[in-house]
């Protein structure tokens, strides 16, 4: 069936992209890992490798972003709207549910390190398409926050990227650990969440320094 070619071409380009990165792969490939006769499968379906790209965010995202957007309504309802933890949380928890297990590994993670920075895909433009629209409501609320401790706006841009940067990169780091060290020591994934949630915290809400200020006023 077409849908499930489909679903089979993006679980596959999914895994290599993570593997091999977005410029280490064809979509000619693709098809053949895919068990496609005609290797031209993914180009048919997808047009382009940006096409594919944003179908596989979409394909994974829109289930993220439903959970995302449910977080920022809970914590509407708490009077938590701004709460740095919570917006960490919203972002981090429905992330993290995409994590595989031992014997059962995920690739989702490391895909979205290579691929978030393709121009014209879905990260890159937050407000395009409706799957994004938790992650821009986070973004505009953690420079609120931001806003309210006196950061300057130029550090405000960086915080964000680090923050969440921070955040996918540990998740990516397990995922692959899951997948090639099963035995390695890791700690309890309740731990581990709740301790990448502090330390984004911290990160964001770290103490500007008077160099830093003084860069950060210095005409571009």
């Given amino acids: ?6 679903v ?22 693709i098809g053949a890992a895919a068990g496609q006769r005609n ?9 382009s490798k940006e096409g594919l790209l944003d179908a596989v965010w979409r394909h ?19 009077g938590r709207a701004h709460d740095l933890r919570g917006l960490a ?39 395009r398409d409706p799957w994004t629209h938790g992650m821009r409501i986070i973004q505009e609320r953690f420079d609120a926050v931001l806003a309210g401790f ?5 550090i405000r841009r960086d915080r964000w990227t680090q923050f969440i940067a921070h955040m996918a990169h540990a998740l990516a780091d397990r995922e692959h650990a899951i997948e090639h ?18 330390t984004a915290v911290a990160l964001a809400a770290a103490p500007v320094s008077a160099e830093t200020a003084r860069l950060a006023r210095r005409p571009a």
Avoid: K
């Fill in 60 to 78: 994974r995202m829109e289930p993220i972003n439903a959970r995302r957007e449910a977080i920022l309504a809970a914590l509407d309802a708490d």
């Fill in 89 to 127: 949380e919203a972002f981090l928890r429905p992330l993290s549910d995409q994590l595989g297990e031992v014997g059962r590994p995920s690739w989702y993670l490391r895909f979205c390190l290579h691929a978030a920075y393709v121009e014209g895909t879905a990260p890159t433009e937050l407000g």
């Fill in 8 to 29: 089979r071409l993006l679980e596959v380009a999914e895994r290599l992209f993570a593997e091999r990165g977005v410029n280490g792969v064809s979509l000619r490939e």
């Fill in 181 to 198: 060290r099963p035995r390695a020591g890791r700690s309890d994934r309740a731990l581990f969440l709740a301790g990448l949630v502090d």
């Fill in 39 to 47: 290797t031209g499968a993914a180009r048919y379906h997808f047009g």
């Fill in 1 to 6: 069936m077409e849908g499930d070619t489909r």
């Fill in 150 to 154: 006196d950061i300057p706006a130029a």
